[in-house]
């Protein structure tokens, strides 16, 4: 049973805004202002924390819960996109690059399938205790800055860049309310560069628990403007300074979190899932001004990971859909044989799956005919 200490808990309500354009991340100014609040019953509660946690526009944060088994855990940091300098953090754009608030349809997890599909006898957490973390700040969770921009017509704002007391609001909760044997830190897109980083935030929470971090939809960002983003986002002021003093200067990429982690937490057990021709990526390092091959760079972050990490192991699958978690196809992706639920659920239950790889697989890695919910 969950204890709420000091927290708030109301009944969560459904907005029902659809989000989605093309992908799952580019959203249009009109969809964004379309939020209704209908009441909806749910097993889902929401905690609004208060304090200094809010949304990229000041708006208020808030995060859901799921009760159920007490020994296990999962906690999905959603995705929603990213912004670091005026063009991208603009809430006037036609097409937003980011998700700016808590209380958007993106952020309600009665809006998900996969994961959240709680009546498919299918799903590997539909009886775990669940944690489902919005993201409305643009910086991956992990960032502590006020920032002001200048727009090119010379119109001035401002963006809470605070993942992080977001998520020590959500993890802050978990430590006072749950002692779970396992935990799953899992994360998509945005979400799952967060995942490494928060899991050993777990692992120090609960060290007698069994950790996994899993990552959805990343893998491929390895800009060289990483480094400068990051500091951007003030993303390093939070962090824990004797696992990371000095990494800053080093650091090349998202993934080099993975090594730190490790090394202080080698109990977490890492595990990745891309698309090899995910629309969604490719477009986000073509903001970056990146022009590599897409599977090139996930192939590249995953050899690099295996030779840093372990246990380690991912699922690439075919095709140009973004992330698996929050969709329909998580209960139908297939490759060589191998579906992915059944992957993911041996995942969950210890039994490390082998890598599935469609390169090596009959079809290769070709765009397949599934559709983006």
């Known amino acids: 049973m969950f204890l709420l200490n000091s927290y708030r808990l109301v009944r969560l309500s459904s907005f029902c805004l659809a989000l989605f354009l093309q992908s799952s991340l580019v959203f249009s100014a009109d969809a964004l202002d379309k939020i ?40 999905f940091f959603n995705g929603g996109g990213a912004c670091w300098n005026a063009q991208t953090c603009d809430a006037r754009a036609e097409r937003k690059a980011f998700v700016p608030r808590a209380d958007l349809a993106h952020n309600d997890p009665n809006q998900h399938n996969g994961i959240f599909d709680l009546d498919n006898p299918e799903n590997p957490v539909k009886d775990w205790s669940m944690v489902f973390a919005p993201y409305c700040t643009g910086d991956v969770h992990l960032g502590s800055a006020q920032r002001k921009y200048v727009a090119a017509d010379k ?163 075919s095709g140009d859909i973004h992330t698996i978690l929050r969709f329909k196809h998580f209960y139908t992706q297939k490759i060589d044989g191998v579906r992915f639920v059944e992957w993911f659920n041996k995942l969950l239950n210890s039994r490390f799956p082998d890598v599935v790889d469609c390169r090596v697989s009959i079809d290769k890695c070709q765009v397949n005919t599934l559709k983006q919910p």
């Open 155 to 317: 119109h001035e704002f401002e963006i809470q860049h605070v993942g992080a007391a977001n998520t020590q609001a959500v993890l802050q909760w978990v430590e006072n309310n749950m002692s779970p044997e396992k935990v799953v830190i899992a994360g998509a897109s945005a979400g799952a560069l967060a995942a490494p980083i928060y899991a050993g935030r777990a692992a120090t929470m609960f060290p007698n628990a069994e950790v996994l971090s899993f990552a959805d939809g990343a893998a491929g960002y390895r800009s060289q403007q990483v480094p400068k983003i990051l500091e951007q986002w003030s993303v390093f002021a939070p962090l824990d300074k004797n696992k990371y003093t000095g990494f800053q200067k080093e650091m090349k990429s998202f993934y080099s979190f993975y090594g730190v982690e490790d090394k202080h937490h080698p109990k977490i057990s890492f595990a990745l899932y891309d698309s090899a021709e995910d629309k969604v990526q490719v477009m986000f390092k073509r903001m970056l001004g990146d022009t590599d091959v897409l599977v090139d760079a996930i192939v590249q972050t995953y050899k690099s990971l295996n030779s840093e990490v372990a246990p380690l192991t991912y699922y690439l699958a």
């Open 36 to 75: 209704t609040n209908t009441a909806a019953e749910s097993t889902w509660q929401v905690i609004e924390p208060g304090g200094v946690t809010q949304c990229s526009d000041g708006s208020p944060y808030k995060f859901h819960v799921k009760p159920g088994k007490t020994d296990k855990l999962f906690v």
